[in-house]
C-alpha cells in the first residue's frame, strides 16, 4: 500500500525550494516520492523540451530524477527503520554524497516510474538503488550514498 | 593553447537538439566545451532558478553539468587521440553509458568552471574525470564512461 503522502510535502521550509524537490520551487521538477511496502516510488512525466538525441531524453533529466527520488526515498526508507510515521512531524533530510548511473537503454519521453530500494541503512548513511522504468522496462539504473543533515523544523 | 571553436557548434544535426549541449535546443543549457593542452573545459553559469538548499546548486544540475561536459570532452579527446582537428568535419559523439558523481562539498550557483581529463581513450570507449571548480575550488568530482555512436554527416 502507498503511502498517502509525498515526502517532499513535510519538508522543512529550507528544504521546499529546491529546484528538483521542493514543493514550493515555482518552476522545478516538483517530484513526489511516496513509500510503498519496501520501495518507493516516484512518477514523473518529463517536458518534451529534456530531448537528448531524436525522441529520448537527455542524461541530465535522468540523472537528475535519480538523484531527486534518491535524496526522498533516503528520507522514507530511514523514518520507516526508525517506525516514524510519514507526515508525523518534518521528514528527515537527506543530502546525496555519490550518484552513479547506468544508462542502460535509452530512455523514451514518457511516463517514467522511478522505483528504489534500500541497499542499506544507517544512522546517518542511508544508500538507495532506484530503476527507472517507461512501460515497465527498465532504461536506466542508479545507485546513491546519501547523508542525513540537520533540519531547522521552523516554518514547516 | 585553447582551441577556437567549441565541439558542441560542429556536431551532426542529429546531436544539435539535446537539451544539456544541443547548440539549436532553444531553452536548453547550450554548453560550450573547449580542448585545451590536455584538458577540456566548460564555463557555465547556472540560472538562479537551480536553487538546492539555501544558495547552493541542486545536484540534478551538477550532475547533468558533469554528464554534457563529458561527452563534449569524450569527443575533443578522442579526435585528438586521431589527430582530427576540431571543426575539420562533424565531430565525432559519444554518449553517456555510466556516469559517477561525488558531491565533495555544497556548490554555491555561480560561475563555474568543468575542467576534464582522460582516464582512458580507446577506439570506442572513453573514460572522461571532471572536476567542478567554483573560484578555484573543487566542489564536485565526475567520472564518466562514454561510448562512441555512428553519427549521419548529412545537414551537419
Redesign the interface.
Known amino acids: 500500500m502507498k503511502n498517502q503522502i509525498a515526502v517532499q510535502d513535510t519538508y522543512p521550509e529550507?528544504?521546499a525550494?529546491?529546484?528538483?524537490c521542493?514543493a514550493r520551487?515555482e518552476?522545478?521538477?516538483r517530484i513526489k516520492t511516496f513509500g510503498a511496502e519496501n520501495e518507493t516510488i516516484t512518477d514523473y512525466t518529463p517536458a518534451s523540451?529534456?530531448?537528448?538525441?531524436?525522441e529520448f531524453a537527455?542524461?541530465?533529466?535522468i540523472?537528475?530524477?535519480i538523484?531527486?527520488h534518491s535524496?526522498g526515498s533516503a528520507a522514507i526508507l530511514w523514518m520507516k527503520d526508525q517506525h516514524i510515521e510519514i507526515g508525523s512531524e518534518p521528514a528527515a533530510r537527506f543530502?546525496?554524497?555519490?550518484?552513479?548511473?547506468?544508462?542502460l537503454a535509452p530512455t523514451p519521453l514518457g511516463m517514467w516510474r522511478l522505483v528504489g530500494h534500500a541497499e542499506e541503512i544507517g544512522d546517518r548513511k542511508v544508500i538507495v538503488e532506484t530503476d527507472l522504468q517507461v512501460d515497465g522496462i527498465t532504461t536506466a539504473r542508479g545507485r546513491a550514498v546519501l547523508v542525513r543533515v540537520s533540519v531547522s523544523h521552523e516554518g514547516a
Do not use: N
Open positions: 529550507d528544504f525550494h529546491c529546484y528538483g521542493g520551487h518552476t522545478g521538477h523540451v529534456y530531448t537528448g538525441a531524436g537527455y542524461g541530465g533529466i540523472a537528475s530524477l538523484d531527486c535524496t543530502v546525496t554524497a555519490r550518484l552513479e548511473v547506468d544508462f
